[in-house]
């Protein structure tokens, strides 16, 4: 059986974990595939929540299906579609079907996604999820009612260690530790000095940092983040590595490069391991894992 | 002030099809200020209709006043005698004065013409930005003035959410982000500490809609 999320943390080893969408759909073939692929290969498998808002299955019901396919889930849980009502009996709900670990994270904006005219919950944010864990696992709900039996959860955050200007970030980023962040899995991170600045700064938490490794498929798409998403940052070496072979060929470049960097990232010991992103390419994590000598 | 703007003339028309003697109310306090229901606008639309009626050869009435403010009884029982000659009462005021309106003179028909839109402050002239969600539980003093309830696209408490990117907001790069400014702000003033305690959830239950108050002096009345 699979080590909890939890003992991994405890353990030393170079933590690897992996992102999976789940589909817009009643079709969950491919999803499934995914998780097949990936469950004996890293130690937790993310499962997202309406990603960058747009409508798709349940985090919840993903994660179950991880679990029941043998894989460790990671329940990803943003405010943005549910108020602590729902967030809190999603959050029992998962500790009964067996999901114990949880990304808290206060949710893309509706108006970035595919229901622009939808309400926007916001009833809670990053740290205010972290809080609604650990009140339950105190064994009291949010409004101080009493628990028929408590949850027990390994909760995580996010960070994004390229954020700019950072010290308000890093406001953030302690105060989700003080609500009882256990782990954090970084924004994407492409420049390892800067990285490995943030990491020295971070050293001093007791907290396990995975960081984002966001497969770039092609130069295209570095510069377009570049451009467009917040945190991000592609520096010009990497976009010119990118460039330097053909559109066909710049997939393969970037599994390349997120292999490359996991295995420095490893090697030189910065950070506690990697979450790994690969949207919507979620089928090449293994040949990443190979190339980072992971496999 | 409260900000709205008026609504588009088509829309405006097409409410009024099959009256023939129509009212439109301005009033003078807020809408008034952000050029959206005061006496000018008023004049302004009332001519508008005027002209547009008489192009598709009908004969509609539209006479026109402003009262102080809508949302006052007081100023309200100034006009209520010349509103009940008519089939319908545009009002420009904000939605709390449509309604006083409303409740005034019912039965009769009163049509909304503007759309409220927000609370909110003139950072300069003709632009109005909004400031206030009217939350009933401010947090300003502690957070230097700034209202990330109101100007964060997200109305979060603990500090800025993952979208922020150069000081700006993911929902609108022309827009700045709540939490930047405040730490900004704070930390020139030297009080960090102020936003560095977790904030818990907002209480909503404080505030149910529609919320009323009454002051100390006239309860029991």
Redesign the interface.
């Known amino acids: 059986m699979a080590a909890s999320f939890k003992d991994t943390l405890k353990s030393g080893e170079f933590i690897v974990t992996a992102e999976v969408g789940p589909p817009k759909g009643t079709d969950i073939g491919e999803m499934k595939q995914h998780i097949e692929l990936l469950k004996d290969k890293v130690h937790g498998i993310n499962m997202t929540d309406n990603q960058s808002s747009v409508m798709r299955l349940s985090s919840l019901v993903g994660c179950h299906i991880i679990k029941e396919l043998g894989g460790v889930p990671i329940l990803q849980m943003t405010g943005r579609d549910r108020n602590r009502m729902a967030l809190q009996s999603d959050l029992i709900s998962a500790a009964v079907l067996g999901i114990d670990t949880v990304l808290c994270l206060t949710g893309d904006h509706m108006t970035l996604g595919d229901h622009k005219d939808a309400k926007p919950v916001h009833d809670l944010e990053s740290v205010q999820i972290l809080k609604a864990v650990r009140t339950l696992e105190s064994g009291k709900d949010l409004g101080g009612n009493p628990l028929k039996g408590a949850p027990s959860f390994c909760a995580g955050a996010v960070v994004t260690p390229e954020a700019d200007p950072i010290a308000p970030q890093l406001l953030k980023f302690e105060k989700k530790i003080r609500a009882g962040a256990e782990f954090f899995q970084t924004q994407a991170v492409y420049d390892l000095d800067n990285f490995k600045r943030f990491m020295d700064y971070a050293a001093k938490f007791e907290v396990k940092i995975l960081a984002g490794i966001v497969l770039l498929v092609s130069a295209g798409m570095a510069k377009f983040m570049n451009k467009n998403v917040a945190g991000i940052f592609v520096p010009d070496a990497l976009v010119r590595e990118m460039e330097s072979v053909a559109k066909k060929e710049q997939l393969q470049k970037g599994i390349e490069i997120a292999g490359r960097m996991i295995r420095t990232l490893k090697e030189q010991s910065i950070g506690h391991g990697v979450h790994i992103m690969a949207i919507g390419k979620e089928a090449v994590i293994p040949e990443i894992l190979q190339v980072a000598g992971l496999l | 002030m409260i900000v709205a703007e008026r609504k588009p003339f088509d829309e405006i028309k097409a409410m009024l099809a099959g009256y023939g003697k129509v009212f439109i109310l301005g009033c003078d306090t807020c809408v008034s200020v952000c050029m959206a229901g005061g006496r000018k606008e008023v004049g302004l639309l009332a001519s508008q209709l005027r002209m547009s009626f008489k192009k598709d050869g009908s004969d509609v009435v539209i006479d026109e006043d402003t009262v102080e403010r809508q949302c006052n009884k007081e100023y309200m029982e100034l006009v209520l005698n010349k509103l009940k000659d008519y089939q319908v009462v545009v009002s420009m005021a904000c939605g709390a004065g449509v309604q006083l309106l409303a409740d005034l003179t019912e039965p009769q028909q009163v049509l909304p013409g503007v759309n409220t839109r927000f609370i909110g402050m003139t950072p300069k002239d003709g632009n109005w930005v909004e400031r206030c969600r009217a939350c009933g539980d401010c947090v300003l003093g502690e957070t230097a003035g700034i209202c990330p309830i109101t100007v964060c696209?997200?109305?979060?408490?603990?500090?800025?959410?993952?979208?922020?990117?150069?000081?700006k907001c993911?929902?609108d790069k022309d827009k700045d982000c709540a939490?930047?400014l405040i730490?900004?702000r704070l930390?020139k003033m030297g009080k960090?500490d102020n936003?560095?305690k977790?904030?818990?959830?907002?209480k909503?239950g404080v505030k149910t809609h529609p919320a009323s108050q009454v002051h100390e002096v006239y309860k029991g009345e």
């Not at chain 2, 696209?153 to 000081?167: E, F, Q, S, Y």
């Not at chain 2, 977790?198 to 907002?202: D, H, K, N």
């Open positions: 696209a997200k109305g979060i408490l603990n500090g800025p959410c993952g979208g922020t990117d150069h000081g993911e929902v939490w930047t730490h900004a930390d960090l936003i560095k977790i904030f818990p959830p907002r909503h």
